[in-house]
């Protein structure tokens, strides 16, 4: 178990390694434009020599890699080339609202995707019918779509929910829960969708194993049987199923925070990749993969844990 | 000892030794089967019997080239191929060939019954009309309806899959069918028909058998001679009514005396004589 | 090759059509996936016809009329910068499935031949193949994608591309899965016998596997590119001269307040498109279900209305003695073209207390289906079709039931009869220790203490002649083997003193020397406890060794019943006799066994063969 986890936390390693230097080099390679990006068309050939150097673009891609791990390993991601804030702080000050979101998010959709596939499941029939069209209607919806009719009704036409959530904790919680709520529904809904549909199918396939006949056979409860038994046997599952959903879900509150105008790093992403802001590009895409790094640490020793053959090893 | 050799089997193992990679980087080969020797002569049925884990598939498969020949040797008409290639397998192919175990994973699901029949012939730039003629000869001698070629192996019961096998088996008329436990998934009725076919191809054509199974009385009932095998080597060897009958090694009339036979009072009979036997074996060691 | 008669290969191609044809022919007839045909076929008709349906220019911007509602000059109206919204919707469409065509296609160029690569031949390429995979299911695709328009600038087909790399793992693995659980099939085996060549293997026997999964997922794929295409035009980061879906809501989104129809065209046709997508990949998987399973569940739910108390029937007086009496029982199963299919029909026996009864019979005969119609455990469409089932001098399933009434059996189950499986390794739950599946049931049903139930525990595996019962209840299923295993369930069977064990094939997946001792466990036990139990089995030896009675199954229904010795010795009815004469031992060697003239006039052969089919349809 042990040595599962350490090999796990090494592999993490390497892959953040491998993409913070595989996107480096992408972000870089062609770095001609970059100076007159940022200063305008007017700039004399002077000024953008000047502001090659002072960014360090006419050094070579390498020394300039392995200048940024230099300073990354310190906790120093450079500064942004157009606001001059630290990308750290940048990213610090705007991470919070979408972690909040996220893991929002994927509460509510472990629970209602599980609490639906397993209905679907142990009831089969119309309920199960039911959840399957739900589903194929889910699935069928981009997030950016749900989000913009979102706001359109119950934002606009009935006034419940704020449009745009520029409110903080601050504000007072309400508020902000409030304000919270039509972006985490929309991103909730494709998640629960799939998430569902997949859970059922692993519920099917435990009920259908020949241990839970005999558990019948010894007069256990089928209550038991579901909680005790299947439930744990399928959890492994839906743990995977879960960790993918978490890793579209990243991709989706990037969309969801432009629509509802949310200043969490999603936007901040957007915002630095339109005006080419490379070391704030930067700096998202290292954070994102180490989110999904611990994450994906945490599910494989869920897993290893609900597992005996690993457990017991 | 030279390639070539003046020795009237048709196929000689020798000392053959399989391993397979260990789990892991570092893992420890895991030895199947050791030093292994038997040869089979041209029309004779050498029986391989022994319980799950004995190695008795792996020497099947490892005459087949289904499984690395770690050391020794598998000589079949004169040659060696312990390691033949692609090329040489294909030639071989003509002399040596399979009935696996399970008839509903061995024939392709997705193809029809005339294709896979025909698909050796193919390999041996058979083909056309002569090929049809080649499938309807099988699909007669091993008792199946023509119209057979154009259905689905889904459309055939198990005991109808297993002569399709056997069919696909004939199709280049071999010298050697390595049969890897080829009734043990089959209903009473439908192996004895199974068995009877068997006997009735070889004696038709002299293919030899190398006849893997777990079960004592079929490899008695098929077998000219026996090897019993345990934990991947040969404990036993000879004449199948010897072996099967009145065995020399413990593990064989361990074995033997496992066997149910369908009566009650000769089963009473042998019931206890497995019980002393286990005594006698224990006190010894 | 100008031959008329039709010669093996044409044959075989021409059956192969047939199915193929079939799986399009049910994909039409169902209303789903009808429907998402047509709607695709409009898409992509108007995409290819855009110059000659669009009313006008795209990007021809009419300064003076911008967002003007349906009606007037143009169908749909214009958008903030005055363009034709029916136009740009036309031309959008475009866009949008080449988009799609794109990703899938780079995605399947890369998955699938990388899948094939790594099921095959495994090793070093599927270790670096998947530890890559593994890498690009990490990366939120939303997020790389910002860093290739960063880097690259705005471009639908680069960002496509990039988008196909990131959906290729799905294929890959999809790809990968199916080869390996053909590799290892023996039919794949058997073409390496006849020496063909790998790739002739991959292109006959493999790819074939992969075809169907792979034409599913690329509808699912189309209709994930376009979420995604039009999510990055939305945010702006397309190119702003082509006239995108995407760009049109966020036009429209821009203008809620004012126009919000202009948000409703493009929506729309986003949501549509990639429902029909959606509906199309799940109609095709339906019509490829379809084609393995017939026989579809039928469930019925087990709520409230399922669970409603049933009244006690009295017994026939009489027959109150009887442990277990089985009376005229028939099981049937719904059929999808509607009637019903019978397993069991009309069998009638009985087992008394301290007696041991053998079902014999071949696959099909419904010797299971009886067993579990005993347990009360019969799949939940399993329909009573006839008869009663009563234990001891009480109906279980009364002569009116035509379903199983849990409220009847689930109080019995484990505490007065209970149940030992054919296959020892998945009838234990492998996440629970040996010891904790011991002792719950006993908590539960003797009402005793856990302690007492673990001390229990451990003499009932020293009884079944488990050698060291600590480390046994101590272990996962995983950790000890079979027979063991075997033992553990025996244990379990006996464990709340039950008067009746239903045992299925209970020696099948045992070793022939560990079936003998397994069989020496049962023979004891049931003398030692006086219990009933009921072999399920296809061994003859099984039943000298431990029966007392016998009866003979086929088909369904019961053909012969007596005592053990009778029944081995001279059997009366003709398929008792065709058994016996199947088994091998005490005859001459390499003779046949089934010879006409040994049989006749018991079965000619083709009764035989049809005896068979129509067994091996029930299984």
Redesign the interface.
């Known amino acids: 178990m042990l040595f599962m986890i350490l090999r796990r936390i090494g592999s993490g390693v390497v892959v953040l390694v491998t993409v913070a230097c595989l996107t480096f080099v992408l972000l870089y390679a062609s770095s001609s434009n970059i100076a007159r990006n940022i200063l305008g068309d007017q700039a004399t050939p002077e000024a953008l020599a000047a502001k090659e150097a002072e960014l360090g673009l006419d050094q070579p891609l390498l020394t300039r890699l392995a200048d940024w791990w230099a300073h990354a390993l310190r906790g120093d991601f450079g500064r942004s080339w157009f606001t001059n804030e630290q990308v750290f702080s940048a990213i610090a000050s705007r991470l919070p609202v979408t972690l909040v979101m996220v893991f929002a998010s994927i509460i509510l959709i472990a629970l209602v995707a599980a609490v639906l596939g397993m209905l679907a499941a142990v009831r089969r029939g119309w309920v199960d019918r039911l959840v399957q069209i739900g589903a194929v209607l889910g699935s069928a919806l981009p997030g950016f779509i749900i989000g913009v009719f979102l706001v359109w009704v119950f934002a606009i036409q009935l006034r419940l929910f704020p449009p745009i959530s520029k409110i903080t904790p601050n504000a007072g919680l309400n508020l902000w829960v409030l304000s919270l709520t039509l972006p985490v529904i929309a991103l909730v809904i494709n998640g629960v969708a799939s998430a569902a549909q997949q859970i059922r199918s692993a519920f099917i396939r435990q009920l259908e194993l020949d241990y839970v006949r005999t558990l019948r056979s010894r007069g256990i409860t089928e209550r038991e049987i579901l909680f005790r038994h299947v439930l744990r046997s399928a959890a492994p599952a839906g743990l995977t199923v879960l960790s993918l959903q978490f890793i579209s879900l990243l991709g989706g509150v990037v969309i969801i925070e432009s629509i509802f105008a949310i200043a969490g790093m999603g936007r901040l992403a957007v915002e630095a990749t339109t005006k080419s802001d490379l070391p704030l590009v930067m700096g998202v895409v290292v954070y994102t993969v180490v989110i999904v790094i611990v994450v994906n640490l945490l599910v494989d020793i869920l897993n290893g844990w609900l597992n005996p053959k690993v457990r017991v090893s | 000892m030279s390639t070539t050799i003046e020795s009237p089997d048709l196929l000689t193992v020798d000392d053959l030794v399989v391993e397979y990679p260990g789990k892991g980087m570092f893992g420890r080969p895991f030895r199947v089967l050791h030093d292994v020797c038997v040869r089979i002569a041209p029309g004779e049925t050498l029986g391989l019997v022994g319980?799950?884990g004995s190695g008795k598939t792996t020497l099947g498969r490892a005459v087949?080239?289904?499984a690395p020949v770690t050391a020794g040797r598998i000589t079949f008409l004169g040659k060696d191929i312990s390691h033949a290639g692609?090329r040489q397998?294909?030639?071989?192919?003509q002399h040596?060939?399979?009935v696996?175990?399970?008839p509903y994973?061995?024939?392709?699901p997705?193809?029809?019954v005339?294709?896979?029949?025909?698909?050796?012939l193919g390999?041996q730039g058979i083909?056309?009309?002569d090929?049809?003629r080649r499938?309807q000869e099988l699909l007669d001698r091993v008792?199946l309806p023509v119209d057979a070629?154009?259905?689905?192996p889904r459309e055939f019961?198990?005991?109808?899959r297993q002569r399709i096998?056997i069919a696909?088996a004939l199709a280049l008329r071999p010298q050697l069918i390595v049969c890897d436990e080829p009734v043990s998934a089959l209903?009473?009725?439908?192996?004895?028909?199974v068995?009877?076919l068997l006997?009735?191809i070889q004696q038709g054509t002299g293919v030899s058998y190398l006849f893997v199974s777990?079960?004592?009385?079929?490899v008695?009932?098929?077998?000219h001679r026996v090897a019993v095998m345990h934990r991947g080597r040969i404990v036993e060897q000879g004449e199948?009514?010897k072996v099967t009958q009145t065995p020399d090694h413990p593990y064989t009339q361990?074995?033997l005396?496992?066997?149910?036979?369908?009566?009650?009072?000769?089963?009473a009979e042998r019931?206890s004589a497995?019980?002393a036997h286990a005594a006698s074996q224990e006190s010894a060691a | 090759m100008t031959e008329v008669t039709p010669n093996v290969a044409q044959s075989a191609g021409q059956a192969g059509v047939v199915v193929r044809a079939s799986t399009w022919h049910r994909l039409v007839r169902n209303p789903m996936g009808l429907t998402a045909l047509v709607i695709l076929g409009v898409i992509v008709l108007i995409a290819v016809l855009a110059p000659l349906v669009a009313p006008g220019d795209p990007n021809f911007a009419d300064i003076g009329n911008v967002l003007a509602g349906p009606g007037g000059g143009s169908w749909l109206g214009t958008d903030s910068a005055g363009r034709d919204i029916a136009s740009r919707l036309v031309y959008g469409a475009q866009v949008t499935l080449l988009s799609a065509a794109l990703a899938a296609a780079v995605a399947i160029a890369i998955g699938l031949p990388a899948g094939l690569l790594a099921g095959y031949y495994g090793g070093t390429f599927d270790g670096l193949a998947n530890w890559t995979t593994n890498i690009l299911l990490a990366l939120p695709s939303m997020v790389v994608l910002l860093a290739v328009r960063a880097a690259i600038g705005p471009s639908t087909w680069i960002a496509m591309v990039v988008f196909g790399v990131l959906l290729s793992p799905g294929y890959y693995r999809l790809t990968r899965t199916a080869v390996q659980s053909v590799r290892n099939e023996l039919y794949v085996d058997a073409a390496r016998v006849s020496g063909l060549s790998d790739g002739r293997i991959i292109a006959r026997h493999i790819f074939s596997v992969v075809r169907a999964p792979i034409i599913i997922q690329t509808a699912m794929v189309c209709g994930v590119a376009i979420s995604i295409q039009s999510a990055l035009e939305f945010l702006g980061l397309g190119d702003p001269m082509v006239p995108t879906w995407g760009v049109m809501v966020a036009d429209g989104f821009r203008n809620i307040y004012r126009a919000p129809l202009t948000l409703v065209w493009p929506s729309a046709a986003i949501a549509v498109t990639i429902a029909a997508f959606v509906l199309l990949g799940n109609a095709l998987r339906d019509s490829l279900e379809d084609l393995e399973k017939v026989k579809e569940k039928r469930a019925r739910p087990v709520g409230p209305a399922a669970r409603r108390a049933v009244p006690p029937v009295a017994v026939e007086s009489g027959t109150e003695h009887h442990l277990l009496k089985v009376t005229g029982l028939g099981i049937g199963y719904p059929q999808p073209g509607g009637g019903r299919k019978t397993v069991v029909d009309g069998v009638s026996f009985h087992v008394d207390r301290n007696e041991v009864l053998g079902i014999v019979g071949e696959s099909g005969s419904g010797k299971t289906q009886t067993a579990f119609a005993i347990l009360g455990l019969l799949p939940d469409n399993a329909i009573v079709t006839g008869g009663a089932i009563q234990f001891d001098g009480v109906y279980t399933v009364a002569p009116d039931d035509d379903h199983v009434h849990q409220d009847r059996l689930a109080p019995l189950r484990g505490k007065r009869i209970s149940y030992i499986p054919q296959e020892p390794m998945s009838n234990l739950d492998p996440a629970f220790t040996v010891g904790s599946q011991l002792t719950r049931p006993m908590v539960r049903i003797l009402g005793i203490t856990k302690a007492a139930a673990r001390d229990r525990a451990l003499n009932l595996l020293a009884s079944v002649g488990i050698p060291e019962p600590q480390r046994t209840y101590d272990a996962y299923p995983h950790e000890i083997s079979g027979g063991m295993a075997q033992r553990v369930l025996i244990a379990g069977a006996i464990s709340c003193e039950p008067d009746l064990i239903i045992a299925d094939e209970p020696t099948t997946a045992l070793d022939v020397t560990v079936q003998a001792e397994v069989l020496d466990v049962l023979r004891e036990l049931q003398s030692r406890l006086g219990l009933g139990i009921v072999v399920v089995t296809h061994n003859f030896g099984v039943v000298a060794d431990i029966c007392d009675r016998v009866v003979v199954m086929q088909n369904g229904r019961l053909v012969e019943e007596g005592p053990v010795r009778a029944i081995l010795r001279s059997p009366q009815d003709p398929y008792t006799k065709v058994l016996l004469a199947s088994m091998l031992e005490n005859k001459p060697p390499m003779t046949p066994l089934l010879t006409e003239e040994k049989l006749s006039p018991l079965l000619t052969e083709d009764e035989l063969v049809q005896a068979e089919e129509s067994l091996e349809l029930t299984t």
């Open positions: 319980e799950s087949l080239g289904l692609r397998r294909q030639q071989l192919s040596l060939q399979v696996f175990q399970d994973t061995s024939l392709n997705a193809m029809t005339g294709d896979i029949l025909s698909e050796p390999i083909t056309g009309a090929a049809r499938v008792h070629m154009s259905r689905l019961s198990g005991g109808q096998a696909r209903d009473l009725t439908t192996q004895a028909r068995l009877d006997l009735e777990h079960d004592l009385d079929v008695r009932h098929i077998s199948a009514l361990r074995l005396l496992a066997s149910p036979v369908p009566d009650p009072d000769r089963q019931r497995r019980q």
